[in-house]
């Protein structure tokens, strides 16, 4: 399985984004997909995650804020990050569970400017 994330960039605070990652390869039905971040001098961390039921997760910092969403018919998973902060700024990377592997995908660059 292989995962391409794009759509980050530059933005200014209080802004918009939308991250997507496109499974390919041996794709099973039953999955979870979701996005990490990571800052520099920073731990990755776990922003969002959503099952193929549908089932979402999100960390506290950007609950409110950020929505993950997906299409199976085109093995994609969203992620639309509203209301940006400069503290969101990192590397995001988008992983696939799927029976007991996981896969992660090359990261996009969210940078945020006050």
């Known amino acids: 399985v292989q995962l391409q994330a794009s759509g980050g960039g530059l933005v200014q605070a209080g802004g918009s984004l939308r991250l997507s990652c496109v499974a390919s390869?041996?794709?099973?039905?039953?999955?979870?997909m979701g996005w990490y971040r990571q800052a520099p001098g920073k731990q990755r961390e776990l922003v969002s995650g959503?099952?193929?039921?549908?089932?979402?997760n999100y960390a506290d910092s950007v609950k409110g804020r950020f929505i993950i969403s997906r299409d199976d018919a085109k093995n994609t998973v969203y992620l639309q990050m509203n209301s940006l902060k400069p503290e969101d700024t990192a590397i995001y990377y988008c992983?696939?569970?799927?029976?007991?592997?996981?896969?992660w995908g090359q990261g996009t660059q969210v940078t945020v400017s006050s």
């Open positions: 390869g041996r794709i099973f039905s039953i999955n979870w």
């Open positions: 959503i099952t193929n039921t549908g089932s979402t």
């Open positions: 992983k696939r569970r799927q029976a007991r592997d996981e896969y």
